[in-house]
């Protein structure tokens, strides 16, 4: 039973292309997150929504778009892809108790 | 603006041997503070958290950890490292209040050396 989940695990991609990463979490979490780790292993919060309402919005360009339809889910979609963009994002939940639980990632290669 | 300053970028140490990874933070109130593991290809796995109450706190895989207010710091130990310890650890802080963002250390990569 995962509890954080993201699909896919691997995208490699072309430059100028348009993908999208889904999260789904079965916590019963209220807020959920994307985070982007770079190649120094850097982690940076992108988004946070709660409630499907978007309250941290980073400055992240806005070829990004994040899209909650419910509590459970939390996907991406990146318009445009550059080679900046290559990394691994991370989706994440948290509850009231604010500790974050993380899934496995993605890991974006734009070529 | 809350942050977390892990000095050690990579350490070293033998199976068998202690361990200790520094964090120091910054925040204007007292934070909920986390240490978070990363083995490679993986996501992160929390190893334990401080919220309030008994500044030593124990997690996962035999780790623990110490608040220490007037040294801003939450430092990480292990009495005996096992080969499979071998990751990348994070420190992170974040702040009370829903619009708070769960702010990230630069990381320590550990090896453990047979």
């Known amino acids: 039973d995962t509890a954080v989940s993201q699909t896919p695990k691997y995208l490699v991609t072309q430059m100028g292309n348009d993908k999208s990463i889904k999260c789904e979490q079965n916590l019963g979490h209220d807020t959920m997150y994307w985070y982007k780790q770079d190649s120094k292993k850097f982690l940076k919060i992108m988004f946070s929504y709660n409630n499907k309402e978007l309250i941290i919005n980073e400055t992240v360009p806005n070829r990004f778009s994040p899209k909650s339809p419910d509590k459970a889910h939390l996907n991406l979609h990146i318009n445009s892809l550059e080679l900046g963009d290559s990394a691994v994002y991370f989706c994440a939940s948290s509850h009231v108790d604010r500790v974050s639980y993380f899934g496995p990632g993605t890991r974006l290669l734009v070529l | 603006a809350q942050s977390v300053t892990q000095p050690d970028i990579h350490i070293t140490v033998s199976e068998g041997a202690s361990l200790e990874l520094r964090c120091n933070y910054s925040?204007?109130?007292?934070?909920?503070l986390f240490w978070y593991v990363q083995s490679p290809g993986q996501g992160l796995q929390l190893l334990l958290k401080y919220f309030s109450g008994d500044t030593l706190v124990q997690g996962i895989k035999g780790f623990e950890a110490e608040f220490k207010r007037s040294q801003s710091s939450f430092n990480l130990r292990k009495p005996s490292v096992h080969w499979s310890d071998a990751a990348e650890y994070f420190c992170?802080?974040?702040?009370?209040?829903?619009?708070?963002?769960?702010?990230f250390g630069t990381g320590t990569r550990l090896q453990v050396t047979l």
């Open positions: 925040y204007g109130a007292t934070p909920y």
């Open positions: 992170a802080v974040v702040g009370t209040g829903t619009a708070s963002k769960l702010t």
